[in-house]
Structure formats: structure tokens, C-alpha cells
């Protein structure tokens, strides 16, 4: 039995126990009034320009994130929203410094032959240019679960390791592990055990041909870490290698390791150790040169509770031109930063009519994410507002799509880590959806630290939930198009969009209205 399905029909019911105690303190007609300013025809507006092709995909440091950056700042400006960064000559700006840095030539050596990159391999990840020797062993798919173990974290401490993307199967074609973790998920857990780096494969040759496109164009980028950030420039490298070039290394047979492959999974065995290590060296040379971004920042201050934050954010870059086409981004994140406009304007509208908040609230839109969260863990190093004073973060990312797994479902939003960190921001969080969002689904599906998934770690909430901020993550779920070059403003179901972002709203009104923040009573990560 799935635990996991035990343990959300529990939190429903403990939820509707304790939603009692949790009453909206807000004006109904007034959060209604301005919610209703929030629209399609603007969201779609807005949404047009920051995922049309002239901003390039919006890549982090390039020049369609600057435009997009210009155009969110524009936004703030235009609704009367301060711009909170000192000292700097635009002040909506929070510059952030990064290191680009990108392979431009690498070997991997073993007794067995000499490859290069980029002909024989190419790689990602920032590692030293010339690593010490160590074992390299085939770590069949590199799983760890109960269904089924290739390799264990004493094993793995310290050397090099081959992995099959994909999933053992069957003899059926039926995959042996339901719910396998993704291949990143796989390698970022052997990374935390010790590994010194891995080496990607495909169980065919067909399959590594065609699966290499896409990794090819994100590898031609250089890859970007924060400047401040000098411990990461040692972590584990990556590379993809064809099968072939993977059974020379190692100095076995190429139908001996398909052969084996084959067999051995078919029956539910792992293949991991089929083959003796090999001890290898790898070597590159590296480009480095600085690049530099910016989150993107409006400050609405408040009344009676100024000193207390909210803060509402989304990440308005995305992955840029990949193989010659452009990555528009238009749910990931484009809905989400259209959100965050549409939020901000209706605030905007209400302090205008004498109706503004009585807590500050901080509109931001981040950069970075697509790299690795780096815009919010920026500004949680450096933050412009005491993060003591923060007193939640909403975070929205990709609102404007539907799951294929819920496509025949009711209109729904995801919700993650309302409950994380404080058992009030999530009856807060009900009792709003039950009384402005009453057409909407509230899911939980992905609200644990335990998914498979990891969504909870995936977008810029994170980076506040880490210093014990509590966090609501507004999320559709993924889709065909996710980081894909058709990720475009026309796939956008927009009345969806918008009652998502109403839903955003009413929630913000709240918190920033109600007479007590919510308390944190979870334990911090």
C-alpha cells in the first residue's frame, strides 16, 4: 500500500478540524471588488510581450532577460510602486553578480583509450580542471529504493559512476520501480553521497542519439554560479556519453554490455558491478568570464503594520535559444510573472481608492531560477527587508496549464508547503480558497517533502522556507511543453490563469490586512 495515499485524506480531514478556528478578518466585498480588477485581456496583454520571440526566451544574463526586466520594471513604476534597492541607479533593480563558466575542451583517459569532448562526450557542472584518478564503475541506473538497488552509498564514495538514464524493465516492458526518481533526482542524491562524478548513458545507441539533441544545446551555455558562491566551483561534473564510447572506456565488448544490460534487468536483477572498475582521469580546459543579472523589485509600504513584509515572487527568466529555437516560457515562469503584475496592480488600484494594506508587501520577480534558485538565494543572503521581518512568501510558478493528469478533473491549482512551517498560513490559506476561490480545486498531491518529484525544493519559496519563512507554492504541475520550444502564450488557458491569480491575491489581501501574522509552529528546515 501507497503511504502517500494515506496520508492526504488525513490531512483533509485534520485541515477541516482545525479550519474552524481560522475566520477571514477582511472585508468579503472589498477583496472581491479589487480581485475582480484582475483579468484575462491584461494577463494575456502582458503575457503576448514577455513570451514573444523578441525577448529571446529570456535567458539568465542575456539580452531577453534584460528587456524582460525593463518591462517588469516599467510595470512597478507605472503603478506607483517604489523601487526599495539603495544605492544603486535603478532602484527596482537588485544587481546580481554571476561566473559563466563552460568546458572548452576536455579528456577522459583510462588505460583503455583517450576520449574527447566534444566528439566522444560532452559535459555540464562545475569541477576543477584536472580531477585525481579515481575508479570508475557502472552503477547500472543508479537507483536506491526499496524495489530495487543498484548501488549503495559505501559503494559509491569516491569514484566515478556510469548510470542508464531511464528504468529497469521487465520482461514485459513494464517498468520494475513505480515512481522512480528522475535521472537528476538520482544523480543529485549520488552527488550527496560522494560520488566523484557521473557519466550519463542510454541503453541503446538510438536512444542516446536522440535524447543528446536536447542535452547538447543546454550544454553549449555556460553554466552559471553565483560569484559569491566559490565552494561550488569543485561540485560533481556530469557528462553523456554514447554507449559505445562507455564500453571502450571501461574496456568491455559492445554487445557484452548490451547483452548484459538486457538480461540481467529483464529478470529484475540489477546490472550494476556486471564489470570490473576501470581507474580513469579526467582533464579540461575552461572559459570563465563574469555576467551579471537582476532581480526585478516593487515595494507597496503599508499602514499600521509597515514593518511586517509580505512578500510575492516569481521568476521571470527562462531557458533562452536551445538548438536554434527559441524557449518562449510562456507557463514556466511567464504566468507566474504575469501574475505578479496583475497582483500588483490590483494592490495598486486598492491603495489608490484609500484601501491599502496595513502590512508592506514586496512584489519580486526573480532571476536565476532556471539556473539553480540563485535570484531568491541571493536575496535571502542579501535581503533589502530583514528577513525576520518577512513574514510569508507566495511564490508563483507556472499557473496557466493544466496537468495532463487531471485534464478531465475540475479546474485546480496545486498547493505546496502551506503546511510546512505554520499550521496558520495553511488555515489561513483554506479559509481563503473556500471563500474566493470556491471554483477551484485546492491539490495536494505534491505537498510533501517526500515526493518523488521534489517540487517542494524546485522554485524560489525554498530559498525563504529554508530561514523558517512560511511559504505557499502556486503550481499547475508539468506538461508536454515543459522546457520545450513550445511552451507558447497561445497554449495559456487564461480563465484559469486568472482565477489562480485571484486566489494569489485574495490570499496576499489577508495576510497583509489580518491582525496577527501567521505563527511558525513546524519544525525549520
Same mark, same amino acid.
Given at each position: 500500500? @501507497?503511504?502517500?495515499?494515506?496520508?492526504?485524506?488525513?490531512?483533509?480531514?485534520?485541515?477541516?478540524? /482545525?479550519?474552524?478556528?481560522?475566520?477571514?478578518?477582511?472585508? %468579503?466585498?472589498?477583496?472581491?471588488?479589487?480581485?475582480?480588477?484582475?483579468?484575462?485581456?491584461?494577463?494575456?496583454?502582458?503575457?503576448?510581450?514577455?513570451?514573444?520571440?523578441? &525577448?529571446?526566451?529570456?535567458?539568465?544574463?542575456?539580452?531577453?532577460?534584460?528587456?524582460?526586466?525593463?518591462?517588469?520594471?516599467?510595470?512597478? &513604476?507605472?503603478?506607483?510602486?517604489?523601487?526599495?534597492?539603495?544605492?544603486?541607479?535603478?532602484?527596482?533593480?537588485? #544587481?546580481?553578480?554571476?561566473?559563466?563558466?563552460?568546458?572548452?575542451?576536455?579528456?577522459?583517459?583510462?588505460?583503455?583509450?583517450?576520449?574527447?569532448?566534444?566528439?566522444?562526450?560532452?559535459?555540464?557542472?562545475?569541477?576543477?580542471?584536472?580531477? +585525481? $584518478?579515481?575508479?570508475?564503475?557502472?552503477?547500472?541506473?543508479?537507483?536506491?529504493?526499496?524495489?530495487?538497488?543498484?548501488?549503495?552509498?559505501?559503494?559509491?564514495?569516491?569514484?566515478?559512476? %556510469?548510470?542508464?538514464?531511464?528504468?529497469?524493465?521487465?520482461?514485459?516492458?513494464?517498468?520494475?520501480?513505480?515512481?522512480?526518481?528522475?535521472?537528476?533526482?538520482?544523480?543529485?542524491?549520488?552527488?550527496?553521497?560522494?560520488?566523484?562524478?557521473?557519466?550519463?548513458?542510454?541503453?541503446?545507441?538510438?536512444?542516446?542519439?536522440?535524447?543528446?539533441?536536447?542535452?547538447?544545446?543546454?550544454?553549449?551555455?555556460?553554466?552559471?554560479?553565483?560569484?559569491?558562491?566559490?565552494?561550488?566551483?569543485?561540485?560533481?561534473?556530469?557528462?553523456?556519453?554514447?554507449? $559505445?564510447?562507455?564500453?571502450?572506456?571501461?574496456?568491455?565488448?559492445?554487445?557484452?554490455?548490451?547483452?548484459?544490460?538486457?538480461?540481467?534487468?529483464?529478470?529484475?536483477?540489477? #546490472?550494476?558491478?556486471?564489470?570490473?572498475?576501470?581507474?580513469?582521469?579526467?582533464?579540461?580546459?575552461?572559459?570563465?568570464?563574469?555576467?551579471?543579472?537582476?532581480?526585478?523589485?516593487?515595494?507597496? $509600504?503599508?499602514?499600521?503594520?509597515?514593518?511586517?513584509?509580505?512578500?510575492?515572487?516569481?521568476?521571470?527568466?527562462?531557458?533562452?535559444?536551445? @538548438?536554434?529555437?527559441?524557449?518562449?516560457?510562456?507557463?514556466?515562469?511567464?504566468?507566474?510573472?504575469?501574475?505578479?503584475?496583475?497582483?500588483?496592480?490590483?494592490? +495598486?488600484? +486598492?491603495?489608490?481608492?484609500?484601501?491599502? #494594506?496595513?502590512?508592506?508587501?514586496?512584489?519580486?520577480?526573480?532571476?536565476?531560477?532556471?539556473?539553480?534558485?540563485?535570484?531568491? +538565494?541571493?536575496?535571502?543572503?542579501?535581503?533589502?527587508?530583514?528577513?525576520?521581518?518577512?513574514?510569508?512568501?507566495?511564490?508563483?510558478?507556472?499557473?496557466?496549464?493544466?496537468?495532463?493528469?487531471?485534464?478531465?478533473?475540475? #479546474? &485546480?491549482? =496545486?498547493?505546496?508547503?502551506?503546511?510546512?512551517?505554520?499550521?496558520?498560513? /495553511?488555515?489561513?490559506?483554506?479559509?481563503?480558497?473556500?471563500?474566493?476561490?470556491?471554483?477551484?480545486?485546492?491539490?495536494?498531491?505534491?505537498?510533501?517533502?517526500?515526493?518523488?518529484?521534489?517540487?517542494?525544493?524546485?522554485?524560489?519559496?525554498?530559498?525563504?522556507?529554508?530561514?523558517?519563512?512560511?511559504?505557499?507554492?502556486?503550481?499547475?504541475?508539468?506538461?508536454?511543453?515543459?522546457?520545450?520550444?513550445?511552451?507558447?502564450?497561445?497554449?495559456?488557458? =487564461?480563465?484559469?490563469?486568472?482565477?489562480?491569480?485571484?486566489?494569489?491575491?485574495?490570499?496576499?489581501?489577508?495576510?497583509?490586512?489580518?491582525?496577527?501574522?501567521?505563527? %511558525?509552529?513546524?519544525?525549520?528546515?
Amino acid at each position: 500500500m @501507497n503511504p502517500i495515499k494515506l496520508i492526504f485524506p488525513l490531512f483533509g480531514l485534520v485541515t477541516l478540524a /482545525h479550519s474552524q478556528n481560522i475566520s477571514i478578518e477582511s472585508s %468579503v466585498k472589498e477583496v472581491e471588488e479589487f480581485m475582480s480588477t484582475i483579468n484575462q485581456e491584461d494577463l494575456k496583454q502582458h503575457l503576448f510581450t514577455l513570451a514573444s520571440d523578441d &525577448y529571446e526566451g529570456r535567458e539568465t544574463t542575456e539580452r531577453g532577460q534584460k528587456m524582460a526586466a525593463d518591462y517588469i520594471a516599467n510595470h512597478f &513604476y507605472q503603478l506607483g510602486l517604489t523601487g526599495p534597492v539603495p544605492n544603486q541607479p535603478n532602484p527596482y533593480f537588485q #544587481p546580481i553578480e554571476f561566473k559563466a563558466r563552460k568546458i572548452k575542451s576536455a579528456s577522459i583517459r583510462s588505460a583503455n583509450t583517450s576520449l574527447q569532448a566534444p566528439q566522444d562526450f560532452f559535459g555540464m557542472g562545475y569541477f576543477n580542471a584536472e580531477l +585525481a $584518478e579515481n575508479p570508475l564503475i557502472f552503477a547500472g541506473y543508479g537507483l536506491q529504493t526499496d524495489q530495487f538497488t543498484d548501488v549503495t552509498p559505501e559503494e559509491i564514495k569516491g569514484k566515478g559512476l %556510469v548510470v542508464i538514464d531511464g528504468v529497469p524493465r521487465d520482461k514485459n516492458g513494464n517498468p520494475i520501480v513505480e515512481k522512480a526518481p528522475s535521472l537528476w533526482q538520482r544523480i543529485r542524491k549520488l552527488g550527496d553521497q560522494g560520488a566523484a562524478f557521473v557519466i550519463v548513458t542510454y541503453p541503446t545507441i538510438e536512444e542516446f542519439d536522440s535524447k543528446s539533441q536536447l542535452w547538447r544545446g543546454f550544454v553549449s551555455k555556460p553554466n552559471l554560479m553565483l560569484a559569491s558562491e566559490e565552494s561550488r566551483s569543485g561540485s560533481m561534473p556530469i557528462f553523456m556519453m554514447n554507449p $559505445e564510447k562507455v564500453a571502450l572506456l571501461m574496456g568491455i565488448e559492445t554487445k557484452n554490455f548490451f547483452k548484459t544490460l538486457e538480461k540481467k534487468t529483464k529478470k529484475g536483477i540489477s #546490472p550494476a558491478n556486471s564489470f570490473a572498475p576501470v581507474p580513469v582521469k579526467i582533464s579540461a580546459e575552461l572559459e570563465e568570464r563574469k555576467a551579471f543579472s537582476e532581480n526585478v523589485l516593487g515595494f507597496m $509600504e503599508g499602514g499600521d503594520l509597515k514593518d511586517e513584509i509580505l512578500v510575492i515572487t516569481s521568476h521571470y527568466d527562462h531557458v533562452g535559444i536551445i @538548438n536554434g529555437e527559441i524557449h518562449n516560457g510562456a507557463d514556466d515562469d511567464g504566468s507566474g510573472t504575469v501574475g505578479v503584475l496583475e497582483i500588483a496592480e490590483a494592490f +495598486a488600484k +486598492a491603495k489608490a481608492a484609500g484601501s491599502g #494594506p496595513r502590512r508592506s508587501i514586496l512584489f519580486m520577480t526573480v532571476t536565476g531560477e532556471e539556473k539553480g534558485l540563485f535570484g531568491s +538565494a541571493y536575496y535571502a543572503d542579501h535581503p533589502i527587508f530583514p528577513l525576520e521581518s518577512t513574514i510569508t512568501n507566495l511564490n508563483i510558478d507556472m499557473i496557466g496549464r493544466i496537468d495532463p493528469e487531471r485534464e478531465a478533473k475540475d #479546474p &485546480y491549482v =496545486y498547493i505546496i508547503g502551506s503546511n510546512m512551517l505554520s499550521t496558520d498560513l /495553511h488555515q489561513i490559506h483554506e479559509k481563503v480558497s473556500s471563500t474566493f476561490a470556491k471554483g477551484l480545486t485546492m491539490d495536494y498531491k505534491y505537498n510533501s517533502k517526500d515526493d518523488p518529484q521534489r517540487f517542494y525544493y524546485r522554485s524560489d519559496h525554498y530559498n525563504f522556507a529554508k530561514n523558517n519563512i512560511p511559504v505557499i507554492f502556486y503550481f499547475n504541475g508539468t506538461h508536454e511543453d515543459y522546457h520545450q520550444p513550445t511552451d507558447t502564450p497561445d497554449k495559456i488557458q =487564461y480563465e484559469l490563469l486568472e482565477s489562480r491569480a485571484k486566489l494569489v491575491f485574495a490570499t496576499a489581501w489577508e495576510l497583509a490586512n489580518r491582525n496577527q501574522k501567521p505563527v %511558525v509552529d513546524k519544525a525549520p528546515e
